[in-house]
């Protein structure tokens, strides 16, 4: 039997015309009054992605660990690295090999997720070379030994530990994490083959609250007590935010000084080396995209992105986008519902987002914040998965407080 090739699912974000991108690159409304797009047409901003990379790098006190899941775009792992990013959080063989082809041995790869197929973790340590993972359980412990054969001290193992249902906008308390006794446990079985031995939680995407940080540091430092080995690795996670027009955001340096405080007063970690693993902190801002008005039906606007698309974080997680139209208007603003343009009602987009109130057929909307899952979402549902790729020169349509991007 002939085996049929594997088919990429979502074909990729197709760039401008001009490759590579030109020396000084367009703002978002020129690209689209002279291409007059009628499909998706994603904006990225590179220099906000330096931006926002170097003020992390410099900010937080330790390693940055980009989170490649957000949006493994190569232009974006650039961007990041131009911003100094050196350190990446990869979950799987593909973004790890991703990384390497673009950084080679330049690049410190952490392979943080804590469940892996078998032929995973052999690619990754005997192809790839990566040394740091994180685990949960014993049986992944056993894994890790089987299919690397590491010899004692060539391993960075990071035990992740469960954390309580916190505020976050996103909980992830639910699928990964060992409890208090399994954690220790775990401490004491992978000390003497490790060459470092880490802590790592996950606080939950787009937390506001610093103090759930320190929390869990506090947690943390509990667990390296009862395991009563030494520790020499603090991995704090993700989950740092970013502004929505619905969220009250602290600024990034009160996360900073959180864990510093909280670090310095840990009786078990205090000498440790911190680690973070922002995702959506790095590159919401600089990712938008351009949708066209295709119906308007009194408060409701059909548009040709949706929640199969670029805009899953519209939909049931309700998030609400920064949004502008892309022409002058006097009306007023008004609250619109948005329908993407599969043929499943349930792709509604509640919103409200405010818009002119003249607003209508053919007029396009930019909608921002999406530089993180946006396009690492996209699906291919009825053959919506055309889209096309820009590099511009704008600033995002919301700022981060403490930033000046």
């Known amino acids: ?22 020396a000084v690159l367009p703002a978002l409304d020129e690209v689209v009054a002279r291409e007059r797009p009628h499909e998706p047409l994603h904006a990225l901003r590179p220099a906000t992605l330096r931006r926002a990379a170097r003020r992390f790098v410099e900010g937080f006190p330790g390693d940055t660990l980009y989170a490649v899941k957000c949006n493994a775009d190569p232009r974006v792992l650039r961007a990041l690295w131009e911003g100094g990013v050196r350190h990446f959080d990869c979950a799987s063989p593909a973004e790890i090999a991703l990384v390497r082809s673009m950084f080679e041995r330049e690049a410190a790869i952490h392979y943080m997720h804590p469940v892996r197929a078998r ?18 359980s014993e049986a992944e412990f056993a894994k890790l030994i089987d299919e690397t054969g590491a010899r004692p001290g060539e391993l960075v193992l990071v035990v992740r530990i469960a954390l309580p249902k916190g505020q ?20 004491r079985r992978c000390r003497p083959l490790a060459s470092s031995l880490g802590i790592s939680f996950h606080v939950g995407s787009q ?4 103090e759930a940080y320190a929390r869990a540091i506090a947690l943390a430092d509990a667990v390296a007590g009862a395991a009563g080995v030494a520790i020499d690795v603090l991995d704090v996670g993700g989950g740092f935010p970013v502004a929505y027009p619905d969220a009250a955001v602290p600024h990034l340096g009160a996360f900073f000084a959180a864990i510093a405080a909280a670090h310095a007063g840990a009786a078990h970690l205090a000498p440790t ?21 295709q119906a308007r039906r009194g408060d409701a606007l059909y548009v040709n992105d949706g929640i199969y698309g670029t805009l899953s974080d519209a939909g049931v997680p309700a998030f609400r986008f920064p949004v502008r139209a892309l022409r002058a208007s006097a009306a007023s603003l008004r609250g619109f519902a948005f329908f993407g343009p599969t043929c499943d009602s349930a792709d509604r987009m509640a919103g409200p987002f405010a818009l002119p109130d003249d607003i209508g057929e053919g007029d396009w909307i930019e909608i921002g914040q999406l530089g993180a899952y946006g396009a690492a979402l996209r699906t291919a549902f009825n053959g919506f998965d055309r889209a096309h790729l820009v590099e511009v020169s704008d600033p995002p349509l919301l700022p981060t407080p403490g930033r000046d991007d």
């Not at 032929?119 to 949960?136: G, Q, S, T, W």
């Open 119 to 136: 032929a995973a973790i052999r690619e990754a340590f005997h192809r790839h070379a990566v040394r740091d993972f994180v685990l949960d």
């Open 273 to 293: 080396r911190l680690w973070a693993e922002p995702g959506r902190a790095l590159v919401a801002g600089a990712g938008s995209v351009v949708v066209q008005v």
């Open 1 to 22: 039997m002939t085996r049929s090739p594997l088919r990429i699912a979502v074909s990729p974000l197709r760039r401008g015309r001009a490759l590579p991108a030109p």
């Open 168 to 187: 976050a906008r996103h909980d992830l308390s639910g699928k990964f994490g060992a409890g208090f006794d399994e954690a220790a446990a775990l401490l």
């Open 207 to 210: 937390c506001l609250e610093p």
